[in-house]
C-alpha cells in the first residue's frame, strides 16, 4: 500500500506500477488528489484485472514506482483504461494530450520507488 503526502494547494495526478518479482504488472493504478489535497495517501493499489499472475502471496519480493503525472496523461489513461475495461458506451479511442488525429500521449514525470519482502 503507498504511503505519501500530497503537495497542498495544486492539483496532483499519479500513476502506479507494481511489480511482483521482478514481474510488471500490466495495470496502471490512477490516483488524483480531489478529495485529499495536502493529506497523507495510504490507499492500496486495487483494480488490476485480477489476473492470477498478478496476485500478491506472502514471501512475494514486491516494488512500486509512483509517477508524478500532469493532468493531460492522467487523462489519456483514465479513458485508456475505461476502453480496455469495457466501462464505455461506445468504442472510442483515449482522450489523447496530441492536438489533430492522433492517437498516443507525451509524458515526463518525476519517480519514487520503494520495494519491500511480504511476510
Not at 494547494?9 to 502506479?16: I, L, Q, S
Not at 495495470?27 to 498478478?54: I, Q, W
Not at 509512483?66 to 475505461?82: F, K, P, S
Not at 489523447?96 to 509524458?107: K, Q
Request: charge should be negative; proline fraction near 7%.
Amino acid at each position: 500500500m503507498p504511503q505519501f503526502l500530497d503537495p497542498a494547494g495544486e492539483r496532483n495526478y499519479y500513476v502506479f506500477r507494481q511489480y511482483r518479482n521482478g514481474r510488471l504488472n500490466p495495470s496502471l493504478f490512477l490516483r488524483d488528489d480531489e478529495l485529499t489535497d495536502g493529506k497523507p495517501n495510504a490507499r492500496p493499489l486495487v483494480g488490476g484485472g485480477g489476473r492470477e499472475e498478478d496476485q500478491l502471496v506472502a514471501g512475494d519480493s514486491v516494488r512500486v514506482e509512483m509517477q508524478t503525472i500532469d493532468a493531460g496523461v492522467h487523462e489519456y489513461v483514465r479513458t485508456l483504461n475505461e476502453v480496455l475495461g469495457g466501462n464505455s458506451a461506445a468504442p472510442a479511442n483515449p482522450t489523447s494530450n496530441f492536438s489533430g488525429e492522433v492517437l498516443g500521449y507525451f509524458s515526463a514525470y518525476t519517480l519514487q520507488r520503494r520495494s519491500q519482502r511480504l511476510p
